[in-house]
């Protein structure tokens, strides 16, 4: 339990905004009223969800410069902030789960005593929205009319949360009408960026603290988060709530929350079929979210680019939806040439970008906008820029905010309660050398094994080095809730409960092996389709593949790349599967593994065996 035994006493209007809160949803109210005597706020809003109360906190966001409203000319209605440069990413060396036992949290998290972390944070959060205004934001993740809508209300100190959260998730009225009508179960997601201000002291555009805690309960379906206003840091329904709580929550209830995007995808004879794909961030989810098919009479509509929530069906099938209502997708790399899709949901405005660098005219650009590079910029930093500076304009996880409704390609399922049914799971990271094109996994078993040993090189998501080789099992590993062998399993037991024959097909992409000149083997983006092209011929049984030890991988026969102006030796590269290059791979799959311990379910050990026996061949 918090220990408000400190309590204080609650400003007048404080007091007031509870007295007369639009809800009387007791448990509620009371957490709210609790919340803010440890806070202590000047003041407490109920975010409506509404345009009239966006427009209005925009407004004040531009008041105190964080926002900087764009010309209307490119994107309509938008918005620019800066961070702070200590406050670009997600922190996962700051991010914990804080189970029961430190077992709980399992090898690949940071692991606390809830109750020790409880009274840490407590004292942090104690004041810390002095001369501040408190936000109540009730959300849903995924359809307010699903069957179990998943309910959570944030509390925040930042109106930027509130501008995003609105983009990002269902948030306002209806949902807090709805929530309250049946006293649902809610996720307390608690945020503050541990800012407080003294009487009469200034505020900065873009509050912050040092001192940073990203902190899921995953018993008690809890989030604290303090310190940091960025991204997954700060807009809890997303990676906070929809993976890590919802990770726990769907092993609990039989179902997957993955790091995945989703998509539709339409054959030349008009038959559809959707698959989801997991790759760690920054590896090119939004991009292949939202691609554009690069094959003649071959259509690709999106569902979702960054989260999926996957359930059963009464006859057994998976079905999935994106519990998410926006995208904050990465801007560097986004631009015409690459992601006309994107260009154009960005393009119909309402949309928040930060960290971008802005144009003499009003706009913002950033590293692969367009292929033209302006003369003269505003970089992130707020510093002059000119081609010649010798370093970004914009931050390498600079992002733009943006509601999926604005996007054209979207498919009109997404708005299904229930979600689509799903035919293939598709895994992918960003590896040099090694990891072919794309495989075909041999069975549930092996696709999982693969999956849990996914590797990438590391991006600027996250604050660290980039470019280093990590494992990232499901493209989840800063994502997943409790004990990572135990998701494993789930995985496995999820195809034991229904059947081999109900999963959706695993396969194994990488769009970023190069040759032996260093250039990229495949070009990628628009291209990947090919790729989509042969998986979906796998699914209806008319393409052709070679048998390999890590699955039926296309001949260069198999793969349609008519039209396309690629090598037979970069192709080759792209699809090559070299033992040599495997034993190399082995010892640190073997690494990985045994830092599971007893908790390494025996069938992946099994895959372990056979895939090293296949390579002594
Ligand atoms: P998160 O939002 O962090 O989860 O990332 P994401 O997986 O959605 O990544 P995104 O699609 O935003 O891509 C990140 C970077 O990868 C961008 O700079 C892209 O330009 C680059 N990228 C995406 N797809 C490809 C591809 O097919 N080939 C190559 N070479 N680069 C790609
Ligand atoms: C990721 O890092 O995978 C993201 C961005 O999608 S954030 O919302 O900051 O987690
Ligand atoms: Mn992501």
């Known amino acids: 339990m918090t220990d408000i035994s400190m309590a204080t006493a609650l400003t007048a209007e404080a007091e007031q905004s509870i007295n007369n809160a639009p809800t009387n949803y007791t448990e509620l ?4 009223r609790e919340i803010a005597e440890l806070t202590q706020p000047d003041r407490i809003v109920w975010a409506d969800g509404s345009q009239e109360e966006y427009d209005r906190l925009a407004g004040e966001l531009v008041d105190a410069g964080t926002f900087v409203r764009l010309s209307d000319h490119e994107f309509p209605n938008s918005y620019a902030a800066f961070s702070d440069p200590d406050d670009v990413a997600r922190v996962e060396e700051r991010t914990f789960i804080c189970s029961q036992t430190a077992e709980g949290a399992g090898p690949t998290n940071n692991w606390r005593d809830p109750a020790e972390m409880k009274q840490t944070m407590t004292k942090l959060y104690r004041g810390c929205m002095r001369g501040r205004t408190m ?43 709805k929530m309250s009508k049946t006293n649902a179960f809610f996720v307390k997601a608690l945020h503050s960026v541990g800012a407080p201000l003294a009487e009469g002291q200034e505020d900065v555009p873009w509050p912050c603290n040092l001192e940073k805690y990203i902190v899921q309960f995953p018993e008690t379906r809890e989030i604290w988060s303090f310190g940091s206003g960025y991204g997954g840091n700060a807009l809890l329904g997303k990676k906070c709530y929809a993976l890590r709580i919802a990770s726990a929550l769907a092993h609990d209830e039989g179902w997957m929350a993955e790091h995945m995007l989703v998509l539709k995808v339409t054959n030349p004879a008009g038959k559809s079929r959707y698959v989801s794909a997991a790759f760690p961030s920054a590896c090119g989810k939004t991009n292949f979210a939202m691609m554009e098919p690069a094959i003649d009479g071959w259509k690709a509509e999106m569902i979702g680019d960054d989260i999926a929530w996957i359930r059963f069906d009464e006859n057994n099938k998976a079905r999935v939806v994106n519990p998410e209502a926006g995208l904050f997708g990465v801007a560097p790399g986004t631009g015409w040439p690459t992601n006309p899709n994107a260009m154009r949901a960005i393009a119909e405005g309402n949309t928040i970008f930060t960290n971008v660098a802005l144009t003499d005219d009003g706009s913002v650009w950033w590293e692969g906008k367009t292929d033209e590079v302006p003369e003269h910029l505003i970089d992130w930093q707020g510093n002059d820029w000119t081609p010649e500076s010798g370093r970004p304009a914009a931050h390498p996880n600079s992002r733009f905010c943006t509601p999926i409704s604005q996007v054209d390609m979207l498919a009109e399922e997404y708005y299904a309660p229930e979600g689509v049914p799903l035919d293939a799971i598709i895994f992918g990271g960003r590896r040099k050398t090694t990891v072919p094109l794309v495989s075909e996994a041999k069975s549930w078993e092996h696709g999982v094994f693969q999956g849990v040993t996914l590797s990438s090189e590391t991006t600027a998501a996250a604050k660290g080095a980039v470019g280093v080789v990590r494992r990232d099992p499901m493209a989840m590993l800063p994502f997943i809730g409790y004990n990572a062998g135990d998701y494993f399993q789930h995985w496995l037991d999820l195809g034991q409960k229904y059947g081999a024959e109900n999963m959706p097909k695993i396969y194994y992409v990488n769009w970023f092996r190069r040759t032996a000149d260093g250039g990229f083997a495949w070009p990628g983006f628009g291209e990947n389709s090919r790729v989509v092209k042969w998986i979906f011929d796998r699914l209806e049984g008319t393409a052709e593949g070679e ?71």
């Open 29 to 32: 109210v009371q957490w709210v």
């Open 135 to 177: 936000y109540v934001i009730p959300f849903v993740m995924g359809s307010l009319d699903a069957k179990d809508p998943k309910y959570g209300v944030e509390i925040t100190d930042s109106a930027y949360v509130v501008c995003s959260m609105r983009i990002m998730a269902t948030i306002g009225t209806d949902v807090l009408e």
């Open 547 to 617: 048998e390999t030890f890590v699955g039926t991988v296309p001949g260069k026969d198999d793969l349609d790349v008519s039209g396309l102006e690629i090598s037979d030796e970069e192709l080759k590269a792209a699809l090559n599967v070299s033992a040599g290059e495997w034993a190399q791979e082995l010892p640190g799959i073997d690494q990985w593994l045994a830092t599971f311990g007893d908790k390494l379910p025996p069938a992946l050990k099994d895959q372990r065996d056979i895939l090293a026996r296949s390579i002594q061949q």
